[in-house]
């Protein structure tokens, strides 16, 4: 058994999106296709060298192979200790917060998130840095510029890792340390809620569904809720890990979790419905009768999170990515805190949080965080949920209900066009932005443009700039269409329209979703051309 260096030719895909690397599996399966891109990491990151690295992942199909995989190529890199979730099982979440509690100089995570799993599924890969958060676009740069050029890699040949066997072990000189996926992570959320109150909560005759979708998040789940917190054993369902996510998507939303939504919409419906995804960073949260929208949950957090533990002082200040609807805005201006808008990817929120900027944050793609990890969690936000709940006495209804009498309710919808070819989705953009310039101030049926521009951020942490982050056609307070192409799929191009609409009166506070932004769907057709220009006739999925 040894270190061998082996000659290699590059790949010329490589270069990460929103959130890693996400292929196909029988990409990833092409011989040396991972050892080049894990050889490229360890290139780029000089202090793995040496140091501490975790490394887990979602459970899909691949998983354990890459995982061997990445071992092999860190020994042979010279990282000198590994820490590995049991089973080769990590939520995201819990990686994040694995690799500060450890002070490690970095993380694999292998996930592709949302996306199916299986043999002819989904993979993925993402370098997280020490901080626990994704790696910046100048660092994914550098890694895909090398990785375009590489012509060798290190690896340790000989020997497995025994991934099922907690405790130490030895790859070549580098130290192997498996460890219980869920221990550190349960401990960190003790730190952050009432988990008394909550059992309280439970001991009462409330009752929660929690939907695990096959993926990272069922032993987790079955360790919170149940054992810890005392919610009866079918609080949690599909919480098998499987390679294949057994056959669904594990995308949260009112689409592919439409069993746990017809179940909260039904005479029995529990008093907390939630899902997570497939590397437990995503939630959906619903009531009985009700669901929540990410930017909803977000807004509604804010507003309670000063009653939880871990949140007692307040929020240093709350950030939304560009597309979420603009909900947190209002709780920001009333509790006189700092609000930012930002680029798409949680690594634009981990600057923030990192700088102290942040308390909270959220995306419109069913992610919510604090200032507890670098990215978002799933898990963490059911519990702040169920955590509200115990506090106010409250149900989900009463609090989306008291929430939009104070704030008001901004309507909100995402249409997704999946897997359309490059060049017409492009035609899509281009058009609309060709005519960005003269927008402003046309009136369109009752609104009127207020703003029409490509969006770009300027960081205020390291005053790096973010272009070309998505179209926005802003009627002022009133309403907001916005078009972005996709960075997470791995076939065709996603696009995007999202669709947002405020209303302040009593009487407009309940309407049926569809029914509010039907005005904004006419529009949003006869700006963008979609149909026009790609031959769809509509969304491949509306959330």
């Given amino acids: 058994m040894a270190i061998r260096e082996i000659s290699t030719k590059p790949y010329l895909d490589q270069k990460s999106g929103t959130a890693g690397l996400r292929k196909k599996v029988a990409v990833f399966q092409q ?12 290139d780029c990151v000089q202090e793995l060298h040496g140091g501490t690295l975790i490394i887990g992942g979602d459970g899909r199909y691949y998983n354990r192979t890459a995982i061997q ?68 676009e ?31 072990q030895t790859l070549g000189s580098t130290e192997i340390e498996v460890i219980d996926c869920v221990d550190d992570y349960s401990q960190l959320m003790q730190e952050l809620f009432d988990f008394d109150r909550i059992r309280d909560w439970f001991r009462r005759g409330h009752t929660l569904r929690f939907d695990a979708m096959h993926a990272v998040t069922g032993p987790y789940a079955e360790r919170i809720f149940v054992e810890q917190l005392g919610a009866p054993l079918l609080s949690v369902q599909n919480a098998s890990p499987l390679e294949d996510f057994g056959g669904g998507h594990p995308d949260p939303n009112l ?31 619903l009531g009985k009768d009700i669901f929540i929208s990410p930017g909803d ?37 009333a509790l006189a805190i700092p609000l930012y808008e930002t680029p798409t990817g949680w690594k634009f929120f981990a600057n923030l949080l990192d700088a102290g900027k942040l308390t909270l944050c959220g995306e419109e793609s069913f992610g919510t965080s604090s200032v507890h990890a670098r990215e978002k969690d799933g898990v963490w936000a059911v519990l702040a949920w169920l955590n509200v709940l115990a506090v106010t006495g409250l149900s989900v209804k009463e609090i989306a209900q008291r929430h939009w009498k104070r704030f008001g309710r901004h309507y909100y919808a995402r249409h997704d066009y999946d ?35 490509e969006f770009s951020y300027h960081d205020p942490v390291d005053n790096s700039i973010a272009v070309n982050q998505g179209l926005r056609v802003i009627f002022g307070d009133a309403a907001r269409i916005i078009l972005r ?38 529009l949003a057709d006869r700006l963008t051309r979609i149909g026009e220009l790609t031959g769809r006739k509509a969304p491949s999925v509306i959330t």
Avoid at 258 to 280: M, Q, R
């Fill in 69 to 136: 995989t990445a071992c092999a190529v860190a020994t042979g890199n010279g990282v000198a200790r590994i820490v590995i979730g049991q089973g080769g099982l990590l939520s995201t979440p819990a990686a994040s917060h694995l690799i500060r509690k450890r002070g490690a100089q970095g993380g694999l995570l292998f996930t592709a998130s949302h996306n199916p799993a299986g043999p002819d599924g989904d993979f993925g890969i993402k370098f997280n840095v020490a901080g626990g958060g994704q790696a910046s």
């Fill in 31 to 42: 011989p040396h296709y991972l050892e080049n891109f894990l050889q490229s990491v360890f």
């Fill in 419 to 453: 897997e359309l070819p490059g060049p017409a989705a492009d035609s899509v953009m281009q058009a609309l932005a060709n005519q960005l310039a003269e927008l402003p101030g046309r009136s369109l049926g009752d609104y009127t443009i207020s703003e029409a521009d």
């Fill in 297 to 333: 949950s977000l807004a509604m957090l804010a507003a309670h999170l000063h009653e939880l533990p871990g949140y007692r002082r307040g929020l240093a200040g709350l950030a939304r990515s560009m597309p979420t609807c603009r909900a947190a805005d209002k709780v920001a201006s």
């Fill in 485 to 522: 192409l996709s960075g997470t799929g791995t076939k065709g191009s996603t696009l995007r329209v999202y669709l947002e609409r405020y209303e302040t009166r009593e009487s407009a506070l309940n309407w049926d979703t569809r029914d509010a932004l039907a005005p904004l769907v006419n």
């Fill in 255 to 285: 689409i592919y979790a439409k069993p746990l939504v017809d179940l909260a919409f039904s005479a029995n419906g529990p008093d907390l419905a939630a899902a997570s995804d497939g590397d437990g960073d995503r939630n959906m949260i």
């Fill in 138 to 168: 100048g660092l994914t740069n550098r890694i895909y510029e090398t990785s375009k050029q590489i012509a060798r890699y290190r690896a340790h040949e000989g020997g497995q890792v025994d991934l099922d066997r907690r405790g130490l």
